[in-house]
């Protein structure tokens, strides 16, 4: 499974050869280096970590240091596996940049969506509220309603839709096609929408 990591910058939209708009994501994708390199053997599993995103040395930890120096590379924000290794490099230090996909490509991309924060029952779970209805229920158009029953069972059902903490979330976005990749400039542009907002960090993997 061949992967990469990136950050979103955007959206924007292109016109194929029909003349219709095409909605895309653009994303800086890369240079990432190889800081590990897992074995069956070794560790259980095969896979290889890669790392993105140069950050200042100052702000990493000792057993970090160590290992960037270990595989020769600078400081680096984003460290992630991939796993199974196929199609990346397994030296240390090894470059892995943007070209390993083409255009045409199906991926698969996964980030954290937005977050979102507490949110009410209107907003997380898309009631439909009271709806100014009559009877003076005047401050009562986005409460939850009934959560429970009475006396049987006396207790609120596990899962019951309530207010609480919205987004943030891991998402993975399925069978995106690549619709073009810029080596010179680490871009690739993809189909269609992916989670996260504006500068954040994406995993892109080559569909199976």
């Not at 994708?29 to 069956?40: D, E, I």
């Not at 005047?138 to 939850?144: E, F, I, K, M």
């Not at 979330?169 to 680490?186: A, F, G, H, R, Y």
């Amino acid at each position: 499974m061949s992967g990469i990591l990136g950050k979103k910058l955007g959206m924007t939209s292109i016109f194929n050869e029909s003349g219709e708009a095409i909605p895309c994501t653009i994303i800086e994708a890369g240079p990432c280096y190889v800081l590990q390199v897992r074995t069956k053997e070794r560790d259980g599993y095969d896979a290889v970590q890669l790392g993105f995103d140069e950050k200042p040395e100052r702000l990493v930890s000792k057993p970090m240091k160590g290992q960037f120096g270990h595989a020769k590379t600078k400081a680096l924000r984003l460290v992630r596996e991939f796993r199974p290794a196929n199609g990346l490099p397994s030296e240390l230090g090894a470059e892995v940049r943007v070209d390993i996909f083409s255009q045409g490509d199906v991926v698969d991309v996964r980030g954290r969506s937005k977050g979102r924060g507490f949110q009410g029952v209107v907003k997380r779970h898309h009631f439909g509220g009271v709806g100014m209805t009559t009877h003076g229920q005047s401050d009562r158009v986005r409460a939850p309603g009934s959560i429970g029953s009475s006396s049987f069972p006396s207790r609120v059902f596990k899962g019951m839709r309530m207010a609480g903490r919205m987004g943030f979330d891991n998402v993975t976005v399925k069978n995106l096609q690549v619709l073009k990749v810029i080596p010179e400039s680490n871009i690739l542009i993809i189909k269609g929408s992916i989670p996260g907002a504006i500068n954040g960090y994406v995993e892109i993997v080559k569909a199976n």
